[in-house]
């Protein structure tokens, strides 16, 4: 079974439409951001595809440090969730429509 | 592992090949689950689950620190944060009468009209050939010493500057959570 | 014989002038009454609902001496019409027209500005600045001649039976016939300027047919709307006729085709532009998106003129204008690929539309919008020919669907709701038969003449290649097949509405049901005939039997160059590809069946109530007219108008009003012109924008996620732009 680039390719942007799919369509804050992560771990898998392919460890560096900015941001969201819920007590992302209008 | 030497273009062949298509089959799989289950700690343990996958492609593909750091702050980190948030906020009896967004129909038809072209155009585009080098990854200064030692070298030197404002970044972000997550000291609880 | 083709326009321009000048004296010696408004109309405002027809009004009829007059005159003059056309065509020889005999007829030399200026910058060794008033047949003119004169004259008989309890009859008559005339100066035309005189003048037409109920209010605006969306067009393709002026040095056919086909690498890299513009003009005309949205609103107008203008001709000018243009947009790939994706995709959308609407005038106009969108997506991946056949066979069959429904509507009363009609097949035999017939020849079951033309559309497509995306020729093909089982679908639907089931109208409705008159049902029959047998004229497989492109080649070239003759698709992959279009007609067919003559329209109501923001969408047409009213009407036109009416207010006033208050001080005066002017056309500003704006408003809706599908919508977008064109 070969593998090309274009497997990864595929695969890659699957997982980031449906993280993408997440992000649009749950009520839970938290499963969105979870889907964020998702999508962040689509692009890690594209860079290190790439890096492979062209046998260049950039690839693998930049993945790292999108690791540790995802972590950052997960922090942050989840900071922001615990804020939320005490402010609202619902994590009802449909409910934070006051921007409307 | 085995490497692709053979095949000019190719990734991955021979057994590494199905495990990869087993380990992306999978990946996708728990990804959809995801974003499917009601219940968030579902939720939360597929994606740890697909974090897990998707080390192991990384491992596949001989990158073994980016998938032990993968293994370590994703799934050991983030996952547990995300578990600890999930059961804190957790509300008894409230179960998630419907767990999609009403803009779901749309949503969906509007990825379903993009995805498919896309995939058919990422599927067949034709990459040039490139030369397989399999002991780039883990060679360093011309001696074989493994990935770490390779990604160490390249991250120390040629990308130190974006390495200290990722430290940066990292204390930036610990006390940004602290001050979101403190209670504020008027409010009566 | 040939000589005297100047007859096929001119007898229906002096049907117009006798008909009109006789409706004009006879309404003086009546006064007023006749087509005055009767103290029994009822003022309706917006309902679209029983529009167009004469019962629907109090109206009194004409009187018969002038009646017999007018119907004699006014089809026997599209009937000599018809055969003078004929016999110049079988003059000229159906074979020598397929060996590229044509004929050009120069009445009179219309613009003589000069003769052979030298324009040094201009790359047209033509530079000759005359434009002559000529005919010109050809085999495309031929074909388009034949059937324009032949259904417009059944049309016009049959308009006799519908129209008869009209008081303004003889005024019907003559504004058909000055359609018929600036049609036929259209088809017949040697050169574009004449061409531009007919397409201007079936605009004219177009308003003042559709507005021809002039006292409801709905379809005077229809009129409007119809005019200045094609305005639109126009304007493009004022442009492109520019275009081709400055690059060719003539305007005349012959000349200006067979200088771009000797030498296409001089003019090839001008070509985009110019053929863009003139494609605007057709999708102006022919209703493409975004200019289709006066087409459903033109059904104001009587059923007749639904059928003459809005189904088998007018509309089809623009494909007639690209097919003759076809030598140009060959040279334009960038051009055949705009024309390609917007002809599919407004084939596409515009069926889903018509999946839900109540009107039956309503689905046989998007009906028309979507078939449109076939022909152009045909022109676009360079069968022109294809695109012609379908035009031929769209006109008998939408010509017999639209006339079946004036019968429908003409039994019931004035009633063109769907949902109030039902069972009618017993009642009116000959109506339902037809009609079904019609149905299934655009519904493309074979043998039928829609399928041959169909068929032929969506080969072309699926082995077409377009070098900037070559994923585009699969996904056409897929949503052409799509929009051929959704185009079974929503026809069945309405015929199983209409005429299955329990009939769901009032009592006294279902007792005064009645055939309509002879004069109605036998060109129903005689489209029906042609519906079945139209096809037989482009049977591709069978050696000889395409006969059409045959015909048509010295004008239009079948897919020439890479695509010649040993390129051929393989028999096994045509037959394939009829397969899939006639099962998705099948299915297509069966679910309308099922659903709504089985099953009484149970599961369509359960999915409208499951799906309600997916049913509402399409029911109001994805709100595009009020996208329209929000951005261009309220925002540029009312609101310039808006503020330029403040400007003039003020400044006229200021100038009495600063000279006799001269005396109250320089204070007095820039108070005013502060106050007045700058704040008032401020606020005149501010008013009318936001007035626009109130309906832009309902897209902030707070939610993230609405902006986060909108963005990722961009974006996508953004990426296939560039895949597109990278």
């Excluded at chain 3, 009609?435 to 039928?448: D, M, N, R, S, Y």
Aim: with cysteine; hydrophobic share 55%; aromatic share 12%.
């Amino acid at each position: 079974m070969n593998i090309t680039i274009n497997h990864y390719l595929v695969v890659s942007f699957l997982l980031f439409s449906i993280g993408f799919l997440g992000v649009l369509v749950r009520r839970n804050f938290l499963t969105v951001l979870m889907s964020v992560e998702l999508m962040l771990n689509a692009v890690n898998l594209n860079l290190i595809a790439f890096s492979r392919r062209l046998s260049d460890l950039t690839g693998q560096v930049f993945s790292v440090f999108v690791i540790t900015i995802a972590a950052g941001e997960a922090a942050i969201g989840l900071a922001l969730t615990i804020s939320l819920f005490r402010q609202r007590r619902t994590l009802n992302v449909e409910e934070a429509s006051s921007m409307r209008g | 592992m085995t490497g692709a030497e053979t095949v000019p273009g190719a990734l991955l062949s021979g057994g590494a090949g199905w495990a990869f298509v087993i380990f992306a089959g999978l990946a996708v799989g728990t990804a959809i689950a995801v974003v499917v289950a009601r219940n968030p700690i579902h939720s939360a343990l597929f994606l740890l689950s697909s974090f897990l996958l998707v080390a192991c492609i990384f491992f596949l593909e001989q990158a073994e620190f980016v998938g032990a750091v993968q293994i370590l702050v994703y799934a050991g980190g983030i996952m547990v944060l995300f578990l600890f948030v999930i059961m804190l906020v957790h509300q008894r009896g409230v179960q998630e009468r419907l767990a999609f967004q009403h803009q779901w129909d749309v949503a969906l038809i509007f990825l379903l009209v993009f995805l498919l072209p896309f995939l058919y155009v990422l599927w067949t585009e034709r990459f040039p050939v490139l030369p397989q080098n399999l002991d780039a990854f883990r060679t360093v200064r011309g001696r074989i010493a493994g990935n770490t030692e390779a990604v160490a070298w390249v991250l120390y030197r040629d990308y130190l500057l974006p390495f200290e404002v990722a430290s940066v970044f990292l204390l930036v972000a610990m006390i940004g959570a602290v001050v979101l997550g403190k209670r504020s000291a008027e409010k009566v609880d | 014989m040939r000589d005297l083709l100047w007859l096929v326009p001119v007898f229906p321009l002096l049907g117009f002038l006798v008909n009109g000048i006789v409706y004009l004296a006879s309404h003086r010696t009546h006064g007023s009454g006749g087509h005055a408004p009767g103290p029994g109309t009822q003022p309706e405002a917006e309902s679209s609902t029983a529009a167009g027809h004469p019962h629907a009004h109090g109206h009194a009829e004409t009187a018969p001496k002038w009646k017999t007059l007018h119907t004699v005159v006014g089809t026997g003059s599209v009937g000599l019409s018809c055969l003078v056309a004929f016999a110049a065509i079988l003059d000229l020889g159906i074979g020598p027209l397929s060996q590229g005999a044509h004929h050009v007829l120069t009445l009179w030399r219309w613009i003589p500005l000069g003769v052979n200026q030298a324009t040094g910058q201009v790359p047209g060794p033509l530079a000759e600045w005359v434009v002559d008033f000529a005919l010109r047949l050809d085999s495309l003119s031929a074909l388009m001649l034949a059937f324009v004169t032949f259904v417009g004259f059944l049309i016009h008989v049959y308009s006799v039976g519908y129209m008869g309890h009209d008081a303004g009859y003889g005024r019907y008559f003559a504004y058909l016939n000055l359609f018929m005339f600036s049609m036929l100066t259209l088809v017949l035309a040697a050169n574009f300027l004449l061409l531009f005189v007919g397409w201007e003048g079936v605009g004219l037409c177009s308003y003042l047919l559709i507005g021809y109920d002039y006292h409801k209010k709905f379809a005077a605006d229809a009129g409007k709307k119809a005019f200045v969306v094609n305005r639109i067009g126009d304007f493009g393709f004022i442009l492109g006729i520019f275009g081709v002026f400055a690059l060719f040095g003539s305007l005349d056919f012959g000349k200006v085709f067979s200088a771009a086909a000797s030498q296409p690498a001089i003019y090839a890299p001008y070509m985009t532009v110019v053929c863009l513009c003139l494609f605007l003009g057709a999708v102006g005309k022919s209703a493409q998106f975004p200019l289709y949205v006066w087409l459903p609103d033109a059904m104001a107008g009587p059923t007749p003129v639904s059928a003459l203008i809005h189904a088998a001709t007018m509309v089809t000018a623009g494909v007639y204008m690209v097919a003759r243009c076809n030598v140009l947009f060959r040279l334009s790939p960038d051009a055949l690929l705009v024309v390609a994706v917007i002809g599919g995709f407004t084939a596409l959308f515009a069926a889903t539309i018509g999946l839900v609407q109540n009107d039956i005038k309503k689905v046989l106009a998007y009906s028309t919008v979507s078939q449109l969108g076939y022909m152009f997506l045909a022109c676009g991946v360079g069968a022109f020919v294809a695109g012609m056949f379908h035009v031929v066979t769209h006109a008998f069959f939408k010509a017999c669907l639209f006339l079946g429904s004036g019968s429908v509507i003409h039994a019931l009363g004035g009633e063109q709701d769907l949902r109030r009609m039902g069972g009618l097949a017993r009642k009116i035999p000959i109506t339902y038969r037809t009609f079904l017939v019609a149905t299934f020849a655009i519904a493309g079951v074979p043998l039928l003449a829609g399928f041959f033309s169909k068929d032929a559309i969506l080969a072309a497509v699926f082995e077409s290649h377009f070098a900037r995306a070559p994923w585009l020729p699969k996904v056409l093909w897929t949503a052409a097949l799509f929009t051929a089982g959704l185009t079974a679908f929503y026809m069945f639907r309405l015929v199983s509405l209409a005429f299955y089931g329990k009939f769901r109208g009032s009592a006294e409705q279902e007792a005064h049901v009645h055939e309509s008159p002879r004069s109605m049902t036998v060109p129903l029959v005689v489209l029906a005939f042609l519906s079945v047998v139209g096809g037989w004229i482009g049977i591709p497989i069978l050696r000889g039997g395409d006969r059409i492109g045959e015909f048509l080649a010295p004008v239009v070239p079948a897919l020439a160059g890479a695509h010649a003759v040993e390129h051929a698709p393989a028999i096994s992959l045509e037959l394939a590809l009829m397969a899939a279009s006639v099962a998705v007609a099948m299915v297509g067919l069966f679910l309308a069946w099922t659903w709504y003559a089985k099953g009484e329209g149970r599961v369509p109501a359960q999915l409208a109530a499951r799906f309600p923001r997916l049913y509402r969408t399409l029911e109001n047409k994805y709100f595009v007219d009020e996208i329209y009213e929000a951005a261009f009407v309220e925002g540029l036109a009312k609101g310039g108008g808006r503020f330029l009416w403040e400007v003039d207010a003020t400044v006229v006033d200021l100038i009495p009003n600063g000279a006799a208050a001269g005396t109250l001080g320089a204070s007095a005066v820039s108070q005013a012109f502060d106050k007045n002017l700058v704040d008032g056309a401020v606020n005149g500003v501010a008013d009318s924008f936001q007035r626009g704006f109130q309906l832009l408003r309902r897209s902030q809706t707070g939610r993230v996620q609405n902006y986060a599908l909108v963005m990722g919508g961009g974006l996508f977008c953004i990426v296939a732009v560039y895949l597109i064109f990278r």
